[in-house]
C-alpha cells in the first residue's frame, strides 16, 4: 500500500459520528479501493469533553481548527460542522491550502457554491458534496457525472427529510406537528436550527446546489421563493388523499419555454400514482427530466447519521483516490456557474387546492365564488364538510365548517389576490390554506 492519505473532521456531531463510524467499520475495503491507508488525523470539535457517540480515541479531538485546516499532514478536510460560517471561512482556507474538501452544509454551498467551485479549480483540489443534497441519494454524482453529456430540462424534488417525515406521520397518524418535528430532533434529521427545515429554507439551499449542477446556474437563497410546512393541517392531507393526491413538500426547477429558470420551494399536492407520492417518511426523491436520458427518479434515506456519513465516505474516498492519482481537482473540473435569467415569480400556471374555514350562512359560498371568478380563478371541484351546525339555528352553537375548492389552471399571483379577498371576508375564519397542483 501507497502513503496514507490522512483526513480529519471538522465536527463530530451527527454526521461526523456516522463518519468515523462508517470508516472504522469498512476500513479494510475502503483502503483497498483507495490503494492507500486511510488515517483520521483529527476531529475538531467545539466541546472537546463532550461524551460522544462514536467510539474515538479522545486524543484526536481537539478545539484547535488550525491544526486542520492548512496543516501538511492533513490531504482531505471533511466538513460537517454547518452554518455559512465560521465553516465557510474554514472551507476557503482549507481551499486556498490545496487540501481536498469534502462538506454536507448546503447552507455554505448555496451561499457560496460557486465561489468555491473557482477557489476548488485553481488550486487544483477537490471539492465533495454529495451529502449536502438528498442525504444517501446520489443525485450530485448523478448530475455531475452521469448526465455530463445531457441536458436536464427539469426536475422535482422532496429533498427536506425532516418535512416529508413530520408530513408523513400527521398523515397516516394525524400526529401534530410540534410532537412529530421533536421526534425528527431526535432521530438526528433536523438542522440544528430546526427552522431552516420546516420553513422551506434547507430545500432552497439544496435547489441551489441542485440549480448549479444541473443548469450551470449560479442561484442565490432569494431566488428561490419559499414555503414551508408550518400551516399544513391533518385535515389537508386527507382532503388532498380524497382528489386522488398526496401532499409533499417539493423543490421544484425548470426551464421555462423562454429559457428562464422557475425556481420554487413550496408544499403541493401531487397526483397519488406520481412516484414521488410514495417517497414518504424520512425518504427524499428527486424525479428529472433530462434530453437524452429522459426521466429518472432517485430516492433514498434524505437525513440521518449513517445515509449522509455513506454520501459523505464516497466523496472521502474519491478525494482520497484523486490525492494518490495526483488529479486532485476533476471531480469539479470544468463546473463553472453563470448567472441566468430567473422566471419572474408568481406568474405560473397551475391548478390549486383552497381550503378555507367559514360560518354556515346563507350567500357565503356565492361571495367566495364571486372573489374567485374577479380573479380569473375557475372552480373545477368544491367540497363542503356536512358536519358543524348551522348558526340560523339558535340551539347549535355557531362552527366555522371547512370549504375545499380544487381550481382550474390559474395564474399565482391571481390566486393569492383572490385570497387575500377572501381572507377579508367577516365569515372567514383563519388564513386559506393555498397549495398547487404539480401535475
Ligand atoms: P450537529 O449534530 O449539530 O454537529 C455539528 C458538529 O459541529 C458538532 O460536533 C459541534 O461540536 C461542531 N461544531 C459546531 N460549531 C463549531 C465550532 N464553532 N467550532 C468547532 N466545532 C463546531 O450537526 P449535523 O447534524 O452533524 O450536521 C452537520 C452538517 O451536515 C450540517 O451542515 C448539516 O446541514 C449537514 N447535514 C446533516 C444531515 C443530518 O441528517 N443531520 C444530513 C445531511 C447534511 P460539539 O459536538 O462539540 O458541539
Ligand atoms: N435537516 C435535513 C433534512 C438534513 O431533514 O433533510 C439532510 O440534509
Request: charged content about 25%; hydrophobic content about 45%; proline content about 5%.
Amino acid at each position: 500500500m501507497g502513503t496514507p492519505i490522512r483526513f480529519a473532521l471538522l465536527g463530530c456531531g451527527t454526521v461526523g459520528s456516522g463518519v468515523v463510524e462508517l470508516v472504522t467499520r469498512n476500513r479494510k475495503y475502503l483502503e483497498t479501493r483507495i490503494g492507500a491507508p486511510l488515517e483520521l488525523a483529527r476531529v475538531v470539535v467545539r466541546d472537546a469533553n463532550k461524551a460522544r457517540t462514536a467510539s474515538l480515541d479522545p486524543g484526536l479531538l481537539t478545539t484547535d481548527v488550525a491544526s486542520v485546516v492548512g496543516a501538511k499532514d492533513v490531504d482531505v478536510v471533511v466538513e460537517v460542522v454547518g452554518g455559512v460560517e465560521p465553516a465557510g471561512h474554514w472551507v476557503e482556507a482549507a481551499l486556498r491550502a490545496g487540501q481536498s474538501v469534502v462538506t454536507a452544509n448546503k447552507s455554505l454551498l448555496a451561499a457560496r457554491g460557486p465561489e468555491l467551485l473557482r477557489l476548488a479549480a485553481a488550486h487544483h483540489a477537490d471539492l465533495g458534496f454529495e451529502a449536502s443534497v438528498g442525504g444517501a441519494v446520489p443525485i450530485v454524482r448523478t448530475l455531475r457525472e452521469h448526465l455530463v453529456a445531457d441536458w436536464v430540462r427539469s426536475l422535482r424534488g422532496i429533498v427536506n427529510g425532516t418535512c416529508n417525515y413530520i408530513l408523513t406521520r400527521m398523515r397516516d397518524e394525524g400526529a401534530s406537528f410540534g410532537e412529530v418535528l421533536r421526534a425528527a430532533q431526535d432521530l438526528g434529521y433536523a438542522e440544528a436550527e430546526p427552522s431552516l427545515d420546516v420553513d422551506g429554507h434547507d430545500a432552497a439551499h439544496k435547489l441551489c446546489v441542485l440549480a448549479m449542477l444541473a443548469f450551470g446556474a449560479e442561484v442565490q437563497p432569494a431566488d428561490v421563493p419559499t414555503e414551508g410546512i408550518r400551516a399544513i393541517e391533518p385535515v389537508d392531507l386527507r382532503y388532498a388523499a380524497r382528489f386522488g393526491y398526496a401532499i409533499k413538500h417539493l423543490a421544484v426547477a425548470r426551464e421555462t419555454r423562454e429559457g428562464a429558470l422557475d425556481l420554487r420551494v413550496h408544499p403541493a399536492l401531487i397526483p397519488a400514482r406520481a412516484p414521488l407520492a410514495s417517497v414518504d417518511g424520512v425518504l427524499n426523491g428527486v424525479a428529472l427530466q433530462a434530453d437524452a436520458a429522459g426521466a429518472q427518479v432517485l430516492v433514498g434515506p434524505g437525513a440521518g447519521a449513517h445515509p449522509t456519513a455513506a454520501s459523505v465516505v464516497a466523496d472521502l474516498v474519491d478525494a482520497a483516490r484523486a490525492r494518490r492519482a495526483g488529479v486532485s481537482g476533476l471531480l469539479t473540473q470544468g463546473l463553472d456557474p453563470a448567472r441566468r435569467a430567473i422566471a419572474e415569480a408568481g406568474m405560473q400556471e397551475a391548478p390549486w387546492y383552497l381550503r378555507l374555514r367559514v360560518t354556515d350562512r346563507p350567500g357565503v359560498l356565492a361571495q367566495i365564488a364571486g372573489a374567485l371568478g374577479h380573479h380569473r380563478v375557475s372552480i373545477e371541484q368544491l367540497v363542503q364538510e356536512s358536519r358543524g351546525r348551522r348558526v340560523d339555528d339558535p340551539s347549535t352553537e355557531e362552527e366555522p365548517r371547512i370549504i375545499v375548492f380544487l381550481t382550474h389552471d390559474a395564474i399565482e399571483r391571481d390566486v393569492r389576490a383572490a385570497v387575500r379577498a377572501i381572507d377579508a371576508m367577516p365569515f372567514v375564519h383563519g388564513a386559506t390554506m393555498a397549495l398547487r397542483v404539480e401535475a
